[in-house]
């Protein structure tokens, strides 16, 4: 049996050691609830806020300013949803993109069901945000701005400052929410400074447990819970706390950002020595990713090839890899993202994303290339005919 090769990082993470260490060990010894008034549970209690202020200094923020969630997807919903019902009088018209993850659009969807209106912004060839379209979207009536950082399938980087320079310039009282899910941990990102009034990040996109997430809210905006309860999170999100998955976040936190330039690089010379070897080696490639996205995404396409089949054929030989956002995979549909950049059914169907991570070796990339050197003959459609 071949040895793993995981380069499918943009759906998750291995969890660091030390963070399955740390999440072991609160599990076992500190099992009280963060609500309980005896010593356990205020032991419980403080892990939870050295977590706060962990993720609170990786944002320059304050640690009244990061709220815990289940995940990408509830944050994502809490800060949309939220921010609404919380600020019903600003307006019922919401600008995004047509790229943003399943969390925001099937929110924004639903919300045109009740009485919104809801502005999908294009992008260009590459996913980049038509910066002029937005300008001109901006009207009286918009409450909300929500924009994705860095797109989970191609890797672009979104201009999130331009847009907040053009809000401002407009003058108009716009919330900006950002998905930073696949920046956050591997971009230095204040949001402060960004001009970002509330953004979402998650723990298991940066080498944490699953199942934690949270949302920065600057500190003068209002926002409105979506779960009532026992009032934990400062009654912005109920339910009693996953404590370790929230400890192990930060520890991954820390982690993250003590490496991140390492990180980064290694994972940029990994990015390009795939594409290289992709051009020179296998040709016929149609490179969908940006030069200058993400070094940690690189999607791409293959010609006559049905990307389903090659996924599968990667795994007998232990090389695992995506055709798309892992939280729409198993619909069946071609990617929204694919669709929305202009390509192909040909193109889409062909789409591969590999994703790095600082687990990957230049071994890995090798032996992934010799794989794809002697799967894709054997799969090839022939004649280049309708897939």
């Given at each position: 049996?071949?040895?793993?090769?995981?380069?499918?990082?943009?759906?998750?993470?291995?969890?660091?050691?030390?963070?399955?260490?740390?999440?072991?060990?609160?599990?076992?010894?500190?099992?009280?609830?963060?609500?309980?008034?005896?010593?356990?549970?205020?032991?419980?209690?403080?892990?939870?806020?050295?977590?706060?202020?962990?993720?609170?200094?990786?944002?320059?923020?304050?640690?009244?300013?990061?709220?815990?969630?289940?995940?990408?997807?509830?944050?994502?919903?809490?800060?949309?949803?939220?921010?609404?019902?919380?600020?019903?009088?600003?307006?019922?018209?919401?600008?995004?993109?047509?790229?943003?993850?399943?969390?925001?659009?099937?929110?924004?969807?639903?919300?045109?069901?009740?009485g919104y209106k809801i502005d999908f912004l294009?992008?260009?060839?590459?996913?980049?945000?038509?910066?002029?379209?937005?300008?001109?979207?901006?009207?009286?009536?918009?409450?909300?701005?929500?924009?994705?950082?860095?797109?989970?399938?191609?890797?672009?980087?979104?201009?999130?400052?331009?847009?907040?320079?053009?809000?401002?310039?407009?003058?108009?009282?716009?919330?900006?929410?950002?998905?930073?899910?696949?920046?956050?941990?591997?971009?230095?990102?204040?949001?402060?400074?960004?001009?970002?009034?509330?953004?979402?990040?998650?723990?298991?996109?940066?080498?944490?447990?699953?199942?934690?997430?949270?949302?920065?809210?600057?500190?003068?905006?209002?926002?409105?819970?979506?779960?009532?309860?026992?009032?934990?999170?400062?009654?912005?999100?109920?339910?009693?706390?996953?404590?370790?998955?929230?400890?192990?976040?930060?520890?991954?936190?820390?982690?993250?950002?003590?490496?991140?330039?390492?990180?980064?690089?290694?994972?940029?010379?990994?990015?390009?020595?795939?594409?290289?070897?992709?051009?020179?080696?296998?040709?016929?490639?149609?490179?969908?990713?940006?030069?200058?996205?993400?070094?940690?995404?690189?999607?791409?396409?293959?010609?006559?090839?049905?990307?389903?089949?090659?996924?599968?054929?990667?795994?007998?030989?232990?090389?695992f890899v995506s055709t798309g956002a892992a939280?729409?995979?198993?619909?069946?549909?071609?990617?929204?993202?694919?669709?929305?950049?202009?390509?192909?059914?040909?193109?889409?169907?062909?789409?591969?994303?590999?994703?790095?991570?600082?687990?990957?070796?230049?071994?890995?990339?090798?032996?992934?290339?010799?794989?794809?050197?002697?799967?894709?003959?054997?799969?090839?459609?022939?004649?280049?005919?309708?897939?």
């Amino acid at each position: 049996m071949n040895r793993e090769i995981y380069l499918d990082n943009s759906a998750t993470t291995k969890p660091y050691q030390r963070v399955v260490d740390a999440v072991n060990d609160i599990n076992i010894n500190v099992y009280g609830n963060p609500s309980s008034l005896h010593k356990k549970g205020i032991e419980a209690e403080k892990h939870i806020k050295r977590s706060k202020e962990i993720i609170a200094m990786t944002l320059g923020a304050k640690r009244d300013e990061v709220y815990f969630t289940s995940g990408g997807t509830e944050a994502n919903n809490l800060a949309i949803l939220g921010y609404l019902a919380g600020n019903p009088r600003k307006g019922k018209h919401i600008i995004t993109s047509k790229i943003e993850h399943p969390s925001v659009i099937e929110v924004f969807n639903y919300l045109s069901s009740q009485g919104y209106k809801i502005d999908f912004l294009d992008v260009d060839r590459y996913g980049v945000l038509n910066i002029n379209g937005l300008k001109d979207k901006i009207c009286k009536d918009t409450s909300l701005i929500s924009i994705i950082y860095v797109n989970n399938e191609t890797g672009t980087i979104e201009p999130i400052d331009e847009v907040a320079k053009i809000k401002n310039s407009i003058g108009k009282d716009v919330v900006i929410h950002v998905d930073a899910v696949q920046a956050y941990g591997k971009m230095n990102i204040n949001p402060k400074k960004y001009g970002i009034d509330i953004m979402t990040i998650s723990s298991h996109k940066i080498h944490g447990p699953k199942g934690v997430g949270a949302l920065y809210i600057n500190k003068d905006v209002r926002i409105k819970p979506i779960l009532f309860g026992g009032g934990q999170e400062s009654s912005i999100r109920s339910g009693t706390e996953n404590v370790s998955g929230i400890y192990g976040f930060g520890v991954a936190a820390q982690i993250a950002f003590e490496s991140m330039e390492k990180n980064t690089k290694a994972c940029y010379g990994l990015r390009e020595l795939l594409l290289n070897k992709l051009l020179s080696d296998i040709g016929e490639v149609e490179i969908i990713s940006p030069t200058n996205s993400s070094p940690y995404i690189l999607n791409v396409s293959f010609k006559n090839i049905k990307s389903e089949v090659l996924l599968h054929h990667l795994e007998e030989k232990n090389i695992f890899v995506s055709t798309g956002a892992a939280c729409s995979s198993k619909k069946n549909v071609h990617s929204h993202v694919l669709k929305a950049l202009g390509l192909s059914p040909d193109i889409i169907e062909g789409a591969i994303r590999f994703s790095f991570s600082s687990n990957n070796t230049v071994e890995d990339i090798e032996e992934t290339i010799n794989a794809l050197k002697d799967i894709i003959p054997k799969i090839k459609i022939k004649g280049g005919g309708k897939r």
